[in-house]
């Protein structure tokens, strides 16, 4: 490549889907990364894809919606242009219900959903009994099944989006000029960054440890409980996290907090016991402090632009999160909700 239209500066998934979109409309991109493809939590083990429950609904809960809906569309056309697996697959969550009074607001949820997801997923009350053994302890006896909760290998999909873009002609570099429209999309250490810049706090990063497990139940839901997600792999293997971390010395040390976790899951999920630890991992996740994305125009570059704070569901806003700031990028299209722009966090 000589010149390119979109200079992105950060290779996780954010950075990604926005020159994924963008050279999808005939842009050229240039990706730059010194720590290379998906060196953070874009790199990380777990990958569930959870939407919010349906009930006060607003522009951000719409926007989530909406591309949880567009994922599997948007990772099996990378599929298709990388040729090799992101691991997406749309196969719902179980969750338990936790007490009568949650059994109630569940039932509530059930009949929101019909109205706020239009058909295109379900929210569900089942018995826990019906999905044993793979399953979360339920003192009710009841779960959540909901079918718009999705899954995806995140190291398998950042590799597959940057083998998409390479193949459609775009660049992947460690450095190289800037050229065209510029995108920061740099993760937690952009938001310190940016913070600094600013003398106040607008985003910082929260650490998150979790473990791949030897357990094959592709095909299943994923199951939450407890505040940990269990997501199935297609190639066998199981994700589990993960940690919340707001303080800590070393962004990637593995140490007490993921033993208790696990030691959390097996008690959640007794199936777990005796399962075969294959990886442990550490990351952190960019979170603004609206805890929402922030994406528009740079509040210090002018004419340049920010998709940052993913923080827990980045890859399941990827999708909209390209498609709304490509569009504003080539096409100069602000549909943006308020909610996630940068100014929410100044």
């Not at 018995?127 to 190291?155: K, M, Q, Y």
């Not at 600013?198 to 299943?220: E, M, P, T, Y």
Request: with cysteine.
């Amino acid at each position: 490549m000589t010149t390119a239209d979109v200079t992105i500066y950060g290779a996780g998934v954010f950075g990604l889907s926005v020159g994924w979109a963008c050279i999808q409309r005939g842009a050229k991109v240039r990706v730059i990364d010194p720590a290379g493809v998906a060196s953070g939590s874009s790199g990380g083990l777990v990958g569930a894809l959870a939407p919010h429950v349906p009930e006060l609904w607003n522009d951000k809960k719409e926007f989530q919606f909406q591309s949880l809906i567009m994922s599997e569309g948007f990772w099996r056309g990378v599929e298709d242009a990388a040729g090799v697996s992101t691991g997406y697959a749309r196969s719902g969550r179980l969750q338990p219900i936790l007490d009568e009074a949650a059994l109630d607001f569940a039932k509530t949820r059930a009949i929101n959903a019909v109205d706020l997801w239009r058909g295109q997923a379900e929210w569900h009350i089942v018995e826990a009994a019906d999905h044993a053994p793979w399953a979360p302890i339920s003192p009710t006896g009841f779960l959540v099944w909901d079918t718009l909760s999705a899954s995806i290998h995140p190291r398998r999909a950042t590799t597959a989006l940057a083998r998409a873009i390479e193949k459609k002609g775009g660049e992947i570099v460690g450095e190289g000029p800037e050229e065209g429209v510029v995108l920061h999309a740099t993760g937690w250490r952009g938001l310190m960054e940016l913070s600094e810049r600013l003398v106040k706090v607008v985003g910082n990063g929260v650490k998150g440890q979790a473990a791949l497990l030897a357990l094959d139940v592709r095909g299943k839901p994923q199951l939450f409980g407890d505040g940990i997600h269990l997501v199935p792999h297609e190639n066998g293997t199981l994700g589990v996290g993960s940690t919340s971390e707001r303080f800590f010395d070393d962004p990637t040390r593995i140490d007490q907090g993921l033993d208790d976790l696990l030691l959390r899951a097996e008690a959640a999920f007794p199936f777990l016991q005796g399962v075969r630890v294959l990886e442990r991992w550490a990351g952190v996740r960019p979170r603004a402090m609206t805890r929402s994305p922030m994406l528009g125009a740079h509040p210090l570059h002018e004419g340049q632009f920010i998709a940052n704070g993913g923080f827990k569901i980045g890859f399941g806003m990827a999708p909209k999160v390209g498609e709304v700031m490509s569009d504003l990028i080539l096409e100069g299209r602000d549909a943006i909700p308020e909610g996630f722009r940068p100014e929410a966090n100044l």
